[in-house]
């Protein structure tokens, strides 16, 4: 007998879905007992939901981990993939019984077509992973039958929604054959055969950089709910940090996303950045950090410059180091995003060191990286770190850390 209401479970299981993130921080512990506990009441959830029969149950709870391995690094893996796959079977529940409700929502008001949209891109990115998959002859037979169903599903959804898209997103159109002929990003991504996997690349790029664009211009104010001149220049800063060569196509692309998202940005490459006469330029980076509210701080791959300015303290740091001890010394939030590469490897580095074994990373540019990212982990507050894929999944994360925050 079935004792759980869907709605009630649906909210339930999207509060544990957000665990996730700090589960898979625990790798260091693959034996943690968090995770049981975490796992033991998902599996309680759906049971009382759908039942112990049901295909719901059988797709979470079919989920085992497999691997033996020896090591602490592979371990580590093992953990972290384990808790990915458990993370997948629940959104693709969640997805699955969620979407009545937003289909029914999609005439309430302008708020709901934005979680209607919301949705779609989430779905939308699940199904150019499969389609990239399936391009590159590592499709599962399980997997084709989920491209085929989801494939059905978006096509019918764009539908209703191509009208918003277009409204608030542009139009989706991207120039193939060097730049001979254009077509439309969707109704291309649903006729994915007859392209090659990069140009079927370029096409799902310009797709979800159109998604991002229309739900970042529905979360602006209606025309008749104009800012007053007040709330406008109240409006929340972001300074966007990183270093710069390694990272400047996703500075491109996070400048064009932060103000869709209602906020001012604060970044060196707008002429606007202040440059005051007589000063390094390390410390004309650090003179614009007290004047955001939020720094939004992104690590890859490389240490950076180290700083050069007049502050002796901040000496044998690199320039983005400097800026975050300012933040953190002006009580600035702090949202971190770094790569899963490096983060990976930091904890593989870290067991080696603690076991005085001294390794070269493979991605990581400098071993200083690691004690980066260290330092702001053991801060007292805004130590949380989201760990990134890609720039989509970059700018997925930083829209829902960011929409978090009240814009004035």
Same mark, same amino acid.
């Given at each position: 007998?079935?004792?759980?209401?869907?709605?009630?479970?649906?909210?339930?299981?999207?509060?544990?879905?957000?665990?996730?993130?700090?589960?898979?921080?625990?790798?260091?512990?693959?034996?943690?007992?968090?995770?049981?506990?975490?796992?033991?009441?998902?599996?309680?959830?759906?049971?009382?939901?759908?039942?112990?029969?049901?295909?719901?149950?059988?797709?979470?709870?079919?989920?085992?981990?497999?691997?033996?391995?020896?090591?602490?690094?592979?371990?580590?893996?093992?953990?972290?993939?384990?808790?990915?796959?458990?993370?997948?079977?629940?959104?693709?529940?969640?997805?699955?019984?969620?979407?009545?409700?937003?289909?029914?929502?999609?005439?309430?008001?302008?708020?709901?077509?934005?979680?209607?949209?919301?949705?779609?891109?989430?779905?939308?990115?699940?199904?150019?992973?499969?389609?990239?998959?399936?391009?590159?002859?590592?499709?599962?037979?399980?997997?084709?039958?989920?491209?085929?169903?989801?494939?059905?599903?978006?096509?019918?959804?764009?539908?209703?929604?191509?009208?918003?898209?277009?409204?608030?997103?542009?139009?989706?159109?991207?120039?193939?054959?060097?730049?001979?002929?254009?077509?439309?990003?969707?109704?291309?991504?649903?006729?994915?055969?007859?392209?090659?996997?990069?140009?079927?690349?370029?096409?799902?790029?310009?797709?979800?950089?159109?998604?991002?664009?229309?739900?970042?211009?529905?979360?602006?104010?209606?025309?008749?709910?104009?800012?007053?001149? &007040? +709330? #406008?220049?109240?409006?929340?800063?972001?300074?966007?940090?990183?270093?710069?060569?390694?990272? !400047?196509? =996703?500075?491109? @692309?996070?400048?064009?996303?932060?103000?869709?998202?209602?906020?001012?940005?604060?970044?060196?490459?707008?002429?606007?950045?202040?440059?005051?006469?007589?000063?390094?330029?390390?410390?004309?980076?650090?003179?614009?950090?007290?004047?955001?509210?939020?720094?939004?701080?992104?690590?890859?791959?490389?240490?950076?410059?180290?700083?050069?300015?007049?502050?002796?303290?901040?000496?044998?740091?690199?320039?983005?180091? &400097? +800026? #975050?001890?300012?933040?953190?010394?002006?009580?600035?939030?702090?949202?971190?995003?770094?790569? !899963?590469? =490096?983060?990976? @490897?930091?904890?593989?580095?870290?067991?080696?060191?603690?076991?005085?074994?001294?390794?070269?990373?493979?991605?990581?540019?400098?071993?200083?990286?690691?004690?980066?990212?260290?330092?702001?982990?053991?801060?007292?507050?805004?130590?949380?770190?989201?760990?990134?894929?890609?720039?989509?999944?970059?700018?997925?994360?930083?829209?829902?850390?960011?929409?978090?925050?009240?814009?004035?």
């Amino acid at each position: 007998m079935l004792n759980m209401n869907i709605l009630t479970a649906l909210a339930l299981l999207k509060r544990l879905l957000d665990d996730v993130p700090r589960l898979k921080r625990l790798a260091s512990n693959p034996k943690n007992e968090e995770l049981p506990t975490w796992d033991n009441e998902v599996r309680r959830i759906i049971k009382e939901t759908f039942g112990l029969d049901s295909k719901e149950y059988a797709r979470y709870g079919g989920i085992i981990l497999l691997k033996r391995v020896k090591s602490q690094a592979d371990k580590e893996q093992a953990y972290i993939d384990h808790v990915s796959q458990l993370e997948k079977a629940l959104k693709d529940i969640i997805q699955e019984h969620d979407l009545p409700a937003k289909v029914e929502a999609h005439t309430d008001g302008r708020g709901n077509i934005k979680a209607e949209l919301e949705h779609f891109y989430d779905d939308f990115i699940r199904y150019r992973e499969l389609v990239m998959a399936k391009k590159g002859g590592s499709l599962t037979s399980k997997q084709e039958s989920e491209l085929q169903t989801l494939s059905v599903q978006l096509q019918r959804r764009y539908g209703s929604l191509k009208e918003v898209i277009e409204k608030y997103g542009g139009p989706s159109v991207v120039p193939l054959q060097g730049g001979n002929r254009e077509y439309e990003a969707f109704s291309s991504a649903f006729n994915y055969t007859i392209f090659s996997p990069g140009a079927l690349t370029a096409v799902m790029d310009t797709a979800i950089t159109t998604l991002n664009a229309a739900i970042g211009n529905l979360e602006k104010p209606l025309e008749p709910e104009r800012l007053s001149i &007040a +709330e #406008v220049l109240n409006k929340k800063k972001v300074f966007l940090g990183s270093t710069s060569n390694d990272l !400047k196509d =996703v500075r491109a @692309e996070l400048r064009q996303l932060i103000p869709a998202l209602g906020f001012k940005l604060i970044c060196f490459e707008d002429p606007s950045f202040k440059k005051l006469p007589g000063k390094h330029a390390h410390d004309m980076c650090l003179d614009n950090v007290p004047d955001c509210d939020i720094y939004v701080l992104i690590i890859d791959e490389r240490f950076g410059e180290e700083y050069a300015g007049s502050d002796p303290n901040l000496k044998g740091k690199s320039i983005t180091w &400097a +800026e #975050v001890e300012v933040a953190l010394r002006e009580t600035r939030v702090i949202c971190t995003f770094v790569r !899963k590469e =490096v983060w990976n @490897e930091k904890a593989t580095y870290s067991w080696n060191m603690k076991k005085k074994i001294e390794i070269e990373p493979f991605y990581a540019k400098d071993k200083r990286v690691f004690q980066f990212i260290e330092y702001i982990a053991t801060q007292s507050k805004d130590n949380w770190i989201d760990q990134f894929q890609d720039v989509v999944e970059l700018k997925e994360l930083i829209r829902k850390r960011l929409g978090m925050l009240p814009l004035t």
